[in-house]
T-cell receptor
Framework: ETGVTQTPRHLVMGMTNKKSLKCEQH?????MYWYKQSAKKPLELMFV???????ENNSVPSRFSPECPNSSHLFLHLHTLQPEDSALYLC??????????FGSGTRLTVV | KQEVTQIPAALSVPEGENLVLNCSFT??????LQWFRQDPGKGLTSLLL?????REQTSGRLNASLDKSSGRSTLYIAASQPGDSATYLC???????????FGTGTSLTVIP
């Protein structure tokens, strides 16, 4: 374990379902991130939270809804997704600019 | 906007060889640069973090260098092993903004 825990590890959902991804860190970091990684594509930054406040929303569709109740927890709520949203979703945390720590990711498949 | 490029995109070497992976970035105003390893379907594992004031960092068989003025970093892997097979990503943290900018990665295969 890296210190950043993501659940679930795998998720299969239908296009009409609602599900949530969870990320938890107990490293004392002040920033948390959601990234999307699709096959053969570079990492895409989705959202950034700094001290629980959202500081970046990288033109992400509204069917993805982040939530950061405190500096240790980050959620990504999913609803009415499309098959092209199938990807590896990675959570990361950082303290100031001292590097990222990533979770193991959630492999999402939308059917 | 910061752009990060990694060359080559893929590399295949026989076991035991020393190799160099390259990373270049367009904006030299960076705080630090981080090298990661990613195994298929898994998250990213941090290998080395170089602060902007540093020239290199070493960990075991890995050595990463940073030349801010030319916008380049290299990751040197000594005596490669099949277990080194993975995708290697570099990421640059700018002086402004609160995010890393990632390269597209180098896929490394070490042949036994």
């Amino acid at each position: 374990e890296t210190g950043v825990t993501q659940t679930p590890r795998h998720l299969v959902m239908g296009m009409t379902n609602k599900k949530s991804l969870k990320c938890e860190q107990h490293l004392g970091h002040n920033a948390m991130y959601w990234y999307k990684q699709s096959a053969k594509k570079p990492l895409e930054l989705m959202f950034v939270y700094n001290f629980k406040e959202q500081t970046e929303n990288n033109s992400v569709p509204s069917r993805f809804s982040p939530e950061c109740p405190n500096s240790s927890h980050l959620f990504l709520h999913l609803h009415t997704l499309q098959p092209e949203d199938s990807a590896l979703y990675l959570c990361a945390s950082s303290q100031a600019n001292y590097g990222y720590t990533f979770g193991s990711g959630t492999r999402l498949t939308v059917v | 906007k910061q752009e990060v490029t990694q060359i080559p995109a893929a590399l295949s070497v026989p076991e035991g060889e020393n190799l160099v992976l390259n990373c270049s970035f367009t904006d030299s105003a960076i705080y630090n640069l981080q090298w990661f390893r990613q195994d298929p379907g898994k998250g990213l594992t941090s290998l080395l973090l170089i602060q902007s004031s540093q020239r290199e960092q070493t960990s075991g068989r890995l050595n990463a260098s940073l030349d801010k003025s030319s916008g380049r970093s290299t990751l040197y892997i000594a005596a490669s092993q099949p277990g080194d097979s993975a995708t290697y990503l570099c990421a640059v943290f700018r002086n402004t903004g609160n995010q890393f900018y990632f390269g597209t990665g180098t896929s490394l295969t070490v042949i036994p």
